[in-house]
């Protein structure tokens, strides 16, 4: 779901070093950190981990504690990272290092809003870096959108990754067809996620829950639903060329949704020009003949429909499940969307939304704008001392290394608003006790029990999946 080039992982490595080296040099002055800025860092994710790197980086004197909601750190990487994209979680190597600086603490089972207050982090600490991220799926407001098995495609990335307390959420995969609404970089990786052999999936850190669902999956068919025309997909070139690869599975296009627009793919701007040429060239490409070994072969199909938007969702017999989805027949006039008189019907037992996250106020003391789902601000500043980060503060948008770049805006603006002469704040010794928090050396713990768990399977590890459990073997 998240990509990083190369070159930005060679620099996230240097600056590492750098970081390392600074710190280790003034590690033996106790007095430089102890008078130096305390910096609380809210959301142990990308964001959060990348913010904490540039401060330490930027002011050596700094104290920076970070706090997580759940026992173990690492957010989107772990838990919205699609599990055969292990190259995109490299850079917890870098987030180690952070979390392994002297005067860098994790604190972990610590919710803002709960366990601690903005009101306090703001009283004990010089700035507060606020980066818990997004939580909550986008919804369409139509009618049926509360039938059974009309879904988040969150919380299908929630199963398949392990997020605690998403284990037990019933996802119907006994259906022909599966309906996403969506086309960007999520409902790629869902669809492929449920259409990619278990055993390929299996060399991965896939949740054997998953797993299972995948046994008795009778899904032959995923259709991916777009409102705009194929200018405007928001999937990357990547995650199209593995849709395209996909093994035993036969990609659908619709020719007549792309032939209107043949003529503007040479007009497209460089950093999208690539993906727009593939995505006609498979598109327009003349089909080939289907033998009866063919169609042995590619035993599943993925479907790209564009200019659809979902009107409603119809019950079936039982008058509580999806049956169909209704959808709207759209054209493009310039850049804008309309609808036409025409629809269509879809028979499908499962419809997955993924038109997007949201953020939640975790602290009723934080400005917030519901209706977009972000904390309000400028370039990062909520208010004095007070900073966002991530998709708290931008909404849900970009890949890791977009997130990186913005992270590092904001420990720059930390960096910039701290006075040389200002005296430390408390920190952690002024906030209070956390008796169920997990620290470092815990989440150590966990992983290697993670790893040992998954030797004896043969595969990379077995993901803990229940807060309770992670706690339990942290205690024994």
């Known amino acids: 779901m998240q990509r990083v080039s190369c070159g930005v992982l060679a620099r996230v490595s240097r600056i590492s070093r750098q970081l390392k080296e600074n710190v280790c040099n003034l590690s033996s002055s106790s007095d430089c950190l102890q008078n130096g800025p305390k910096i609380a860092v809210v959301g142990a994710g990308p964001a959060g981990f990348y913010a904490a790197q540039y401060i330490a980086k930027a002011r050596s004197d700094a104290t920076i504690d970070i706090y997580e909601k759940l026992p173990i750190p690492y957010g989107l990487v772990r838990f919205g990272v699609a599990p055969d994209h292990s190259d995109v979680k490299k850079c917890i190597s870098t987030f180690n290092k952070t979390a392994n600086l002297p005067n860098v603490t994790f604190y972990g089972n610590t919710a803002l809003g709960s366990d601690i207050s903005l009101e306090q982090l703001k009283r004990c600490y010089n700035s507060v870096i606020l980066s818990y991220g997004a939580e909550e799926d986008q919804?369409?407001?139509?009618?049926?959108?509360?039938?059974?098995?009309?879904?988040?495609?969150r919380s299908v990335v929630s199963l398949y990754n392990g997020l605690p307390g998403a284990q037990d959420v019933d996802i119907n995969l006994d259906t022909e067809t599966v309906v996403i609404v969506g086309i960007g970089n999520?409902?790629?990786?869902?669809?492929?996620?449920?259409?990619?052999?278990?055993?390929?999936?299996?060399?991965?850190?896939?949740?054997?829950?998953?797993?299972e669902k995948l046994r008795n999956s009778r899904v032959r068919r995923v259709v991916l639903v777009g409102r705009r025309g194929p200018l405007n997909v928001s999937f990357t070139v990547k995650e199209f060329r593995e849709m395209l690869k996909l093994e035993n599975v036969r990609p659908i296009f619709h020719k007549e949704q792309?032939?209107?627009?043949?003529?503007?793919?040479?007009?497209?701007?460089?950093?999208r020009?690539?993906?727009?040429?593939?995505?006609?060239?498979?598109?327009?490409?003349?089909?080939?003949?289907?033998?009866?070994?063919?169609?042995?072969?590619a035993e599943k199909e993925m479907e790209l429909r564009l200019l659809r938007s979902p009107l409603e969702f119809l019950p079936g017999s039982d008058g509580k499940s999806v049956e169909k989805?209704?959808?709207?027949?759209?054209?493009?006039?310039?850049?804008?969307?309309?609808?036409?008189?025409?629809?269509?019907?879809?028979e499908t037992g499962l419809v997955l939304r993924s038109i997007g996250y949201?953020?939640?106020?975790?602290?009723?003391?934080?400005?917030?704008?519901?209706?977009?789902?972000?904390?309000?601000?400028?370039?990062?500043?909520?208010?004095e001392g007070v900073y966002a980060a991530g998709w708290l503060a931008t909404g849900p948008r970009g890949v890791i290394v977009d997130t990186m770049g913005?992270?590092?805006?904001?420990?720059?603006?930390?960096?910039?608003?701290?006075?040389?002469?200002?005296?430390?704040?408390?920190?952690?010794?002024?906030?209070?006790?956390?008796?169920?928090?997990?620290?470092?050396?815990?989440?150590?713990?966990?992983?290697?029990?993670?790893?040992?768990?998954?030797?004896?399977?043969?595969?990379?590890?077995?993901?803990?999946?229940?807060?309770?459990?992670?706690?339990?073997?942290?205690?024994?």
Do not use: C
């Not at 669809?191 to 797993?211: G, H, N």
């Not at 792309?258 to 950093?271: H, I, S, T």
């Not at 289907?290 to 042995?296: D, I, S």
């Not at 054209?331 to 969307?337: A, E, L, Y």
């Open 325 to 346: 989805i209704k959808l709207a027949v759209n054209v493009m006039k310039g850049d804008t969307v309309e609808g036409t008189e025409e629809t269509e019907e879809i």
């Open 406 to 476: 913005t992270a590092f805006k904001i420990g720059a603006n930390v960096v910039a608003d701290l006075k040389e002469e200002q005296k430390g704040k408390p920190g952690r010794s002024g906030m209070p006790s956390l008796p169920k928090s997990t620290s470092w050396a815990d989440w150590q713990k966990l992983e290697k029990i993670e790893m040992e768990a998954g030797k004896l399977l043969g595969r990379p590890k077995i993901k803990i999946t229940s807060v309770s459990e992670m706690l339990n073997k942290i205690q024994s």
């Open 139 to 153: 919804r369409l407001g139509i009618p049926g959108e509360q039938l059974h098995n009309v879904t988040a495609a």
């Open 273 to 297: 020009k690539r993906l727009i040429e593939l995505l006609f060239k498979s598109a327009l490409a003349e089909p080939e003949p289907v033998t009866a070994e063919r169609w042995a072969r």
């Open 358 to 383: 949201k953020s939640i106020q975790a602290d009723e003391e934080l400005p917030f704008n519901h209706k977009k789902g972000v904390a309000v601000n400028v370039d990062g500043r909520v208010s």
């Open 186 to 211: 999520v409902a790629i990786d869902v669809a492929r996620l449920i259409l990619t052999p278990i055993d390929v999936l299996r060399k991965y850190d896939t949740t054997e829950v998953w797993l």
């Open 258 to 271: 792309y032939l209107p627009f043949k003529e503007q793919v040479a007009q497209q701007e460089r950093g």
